[in-house]
């Protein structure tokens, strides 16, 4: 069983940033391709960044492109995935999730993914 755990969200002032982490743990967690998603309040869900299993990166919303990164880290047995938010503004302001799909495309429907309970990110002007 793959658990995926989300965790540093909270509220910041517009300008400033935060730093999200999600750690995934179960067998071959290396094979995951990860991404970050977000759904705000009244709003359909959003892809924000994605990681594949083999290194590449896709960004998703243009709105986040040099104001938020993405990277992994798998050198501990829980495999970690970071997403690096500088210059916030109030539209970042949603609730925001980490998914694993097993050898997954970025481009994929993430229908078989595993996801995460969320993280709050609040973000005043």
């Known amino acids: 069983q793959v658990q995926v755990v989300e965790s540093g969200g909270g509220l910041v002032q517009a300008g400033e940033s935060l730093n999200l982490s999600c750690t995934i743990s179960?067998?071959?967690?290396?094979?995951?391709?990860m991404g970050w998603f977000r759904r705000a309040p009244g709003k359909e869900r959003e892809g924000v960044l994605c990681i594949k299993w083999s290194g590449g990166i896709t960004a998703y919303t243009d709105s986040v492109k040099g104001r938020f990164s993405i990277s992994r880290d798998k050198a501990n047995v829980k495999n970690t995935l970071y997403l690096r938010m500088n210059s916030l503004k109030p539209e970042d302001t949603a609730m925001y999730y980490c998914?694993?799909?097993?050898?997954?495309?970025?481009?994929?429907?993430?229908?078989?993914?595993?996801w995460g309970q969320g993280t709050q990110v609040t973000v005043s002007s």
């Open positions: 998914a694993a799909d097993w050898l997954g495309e970025c481009s994929g429907s993430w229908d078989g993914a595993f």
């Open positions: 179960g067998r071959n967690s290396d094979d995951y391709t």
